[in-house]
């Protein structure tokens, strides 16, 4: 049974979400504060978080850039309101998987619940697979690892598929369309802007100058690729 964590403070909105997740046969733990929020979020062996943006006490935004901190890696799609467009942006900057947009439809969120944890699942069970070498870059899909120079690079769940997948076309361009196909499913909206963001959050993990960018290229109109020229 998967085990999920919704931090909302609009009660309406946690419990609606609470009988929903249980219905489809989640195990559903929620808290209706930032503090609160994080405490279960570092205690309990979560498989996703739902985290709203505005929470009273400690915001999404901090509750996010702290467990990436710590390194814990668990999914996280965030909740956010039409005019929060920024912070959306600078969720997926300090770690969010995804986002949703309130007010939100049930079906959007289960779909992009599923992704994620279809994701995670193929990435859990996956024991082998050969580890990806371009200049002072390793990616190991079986130990879940990537490193620059040899020094371990924290990605999420989203950027360390991005990035296999960049690796494994590199020198050929893969077109938005494919990224996100790949990426996210036929059964999820996603706009081509999440995936500008999760690239540019990329590149400030890996490039030397995120502004200059060195392996990752942006083809105009096109789509991204990785560029093995110094491997």
């Not at 935004?61 to 799609?77: A, H, S």
Request: aromatic content about 8%; proline content about 5%.
């Amino acid at each position: 049974m998967k085990k999920i964590l919704i931090i909302e403070d609009a009660r309406n909105i946690r419990m609606a979400l609470e009988d929903d997740f249980r219905f489809e046969g989640y195990q559903v733990d929620s808290a209706a504060t930032g503090p609160e929020g994080l405490e279960k979020a570092l205690d309990l062996n979560l498989d996703i978080i739902i985290l709203d943006l505005m929470l009273p006490e400690l915001n999404g935004l901090d509750i996010c850039k702290e467990l990436r901190r710590r390194d814990i890696g668990t999914p996280i799609i965030m909740l956010t309101a039409k005019s929060q467009e920024f912070d959306k942006v600078l969720g997926l900057e300090l770690g969010a998987d995804d986002y949703v947009t309130k007010p939100f439809s049930p079906f959007e969120l289960h779909a992009r619940v599923k992704a994620l944890l279809r994701r995670s699942e193929i990435r859990d069970q996956q024991t082998a697979g050969a580890t990806i070498r371009f200049g002072p870059f390793e990616l190991d899909p079986s130990k879940y690892t990537f490193a620059k120079n040899s020094e371990p690079v924290q990605l999420t769940t989203i950027e360390f598929a991005l990035m296999k997948l960049l690796m494994q076309h590199a020198g050929h361009v893969i077109k938005r369309d494919d990224i996100l196909r790949s990426i996210w499913g036929d059964e999820v909206y996603v706009t081509p802007r999440t995936v500008d963001t999760h690239i540019a959050n990329l590149r400030k993990k890996i490039e030397d100058d995120p502004v200059q960018s060195h392996w990752i290229t942006g083809i105009r109109g096109a789509g991204y690729k990785f560029d093995p020229h110094e491997s």
